[in-house]
Every structure is written in C-alpha cells, then in structure tokens.
C-alpha cells in the first residue's frame, strides 16, 4: 500500500505554469500505475494523465495534451505533472491516484485504488 499526497497547487494567471507533486509514502511505489484526475465545481471527476510502473508509457487526455506533462522519479517517491499554458478550463482540484499493476496506465477512475486529498489550482482569465 502506498499513501499519496499531492502539493504545487495555487493560483496562476491564464497562459501560466505550475508543477504539481505527488508524494508517496511506502515501499511499492515502483508497483503502481499512477495518475492525476482533476474535478471542477459543479463537475464530476476527470482523469487528466497517466503513466506506467517504469514510466515507459504515458496517457493524456486530448484537453491536457501538448501542454501537460507527467512524470515520476523512483529514487523521490514522486510523480509530477508539469502544467504550461494553463486556461481557466483547468482550474479544478487534482488528484493523483494509483493502482498496482503490470498494465494500463488506465484512464478510468474506477481502476485506481489510492487517492490523495487533493490540491487546488486556480486558473484566472
């Protein structure tokens, strides 16, 4: 089992950056597929990105992609996901979640069984 915690939310203008963390606790962090959903008021839940054990393979959403990135880093018990031209659309809170697994990475919410509490990120206009 592996607790998570994302960090790096906050408030940024409409054309800007910022990175989130997600920070694992445990010891099979390298077992799980991870990846960050987001969920705007008034919004049901979306996934966003993916990326598998090793991170060989990745996954987005077509409104995240060219602009979104995810990564993690074994040795940090970290997984990121560098945002770049933020839009107001993406002001939501984000999620990162995991699910142990040889596959995927899926892109349905239903597969990952670890969620952190959250962190928000506003997007002004």
């Known amino acids: 089992q592996v607790q998570l915690a994302e960090s790096g939310g906050g408030y940024v203008q409409s054309g800007g950056s910022l990175r989130l963390s997600c920070a694992a606790s445990?010891?099979?962090?390298?077992?799980?597929?991870l990846g960050w959903f987001r969920q705007a008021s008034g919004k049901e839940r979306e996934f966003v990105a993916a990326i598998s054990r090793g991170g060989v393979f990745t996954r987005y959403a077509d409104s995240v992609k060219g602009r979104f990135t995810i990564s993690r880093n074994s040795a940090e018990n970290t997984m990121y996901l560098q945002m770049i031209s933020l839009k107001p659309d993406d002001t939501a809170v984000y999620y990162c979640?995991?699910?142990?697994?040889?596959?995927?990475?899926?892109?349905?919410?239903?597969?990952?069984?670890?969620w952190g509490p959250g962190t928000q990120v506003t997007v002004s206009s």
């Open positions: 445990g010891r099979a962090f390298d077992d799980y597929v």
């Open positions: 979640a995991g699910y142990p697994s040889n596959y995927g990475p899926a892109n349905q919410s239903i597969a990952y069984t670890n």
